[in-house]
């Protein structure tokens, strides 16, 4: 069984800039691919970020294209989220996701195995 857990959102102005962790349990994270998503009230998840087993690939939405950075240290069963220059349509509740069975990165939902319970990111205007 694998569980994730996910920190360090807040409120922040809009401009600003948050880290967020994803802590794994379980399994071998090393071989996961991992992803971070977001559900912004009354709209559909949707997909930011992707990151490869070693790291070596990185995949973003549009939306978030240039602004976050997602990273990983296998070392310490973790996967980053790094943004800046937030925005308020960046406002949502953000969710880690770990993909165990395959090799390449999709930005589907469906593709991921695992969840975390989420947390929120408030972007003030």
């Known amino acids: 069984q694998v569980q994730l857990v996910e920190s360090g959102g807040g409120l922040v102005q809009a401009g600003g800039s948050l880290r967020l962790s994803c802590a794994a349990s379980?399994?071998?994270?090393?071989?996961?691919?991992m992803g971070w998503f977001r559900q912004a009230p009354g709209k559909e998840r949707e997909f930011v970020a992707a990151i490869s087993w070693s790291g070596g690939r990185t995949y973003y939405s549009d939306s978030v294209k240039g602004r976050f950075t997602i990273s990983r240290d296998n070392a310490k069963n973790t996967v980053y989220l790094q943004m800046n220059s937030l925005k308020p349509d960046d406002t949502a509740v953000y969710y880690c996701?770990?993909?165990?069975?395959?090799?390449?990165?999709?930005?589907?939902?469906?593709?991921?195995?695992?969840w975390g319970q989420g947390t929120q990111v408030t972007v003030s205007s």
């Open positions: 379980g399994g071998t994270f090393s071989r996961y691919v």
């Open positions: 996701a770990a993909d165990l069975h395959s090799t390449a990165v999709f930005t589907t939902g469906r593709r991921y195995d695992y």
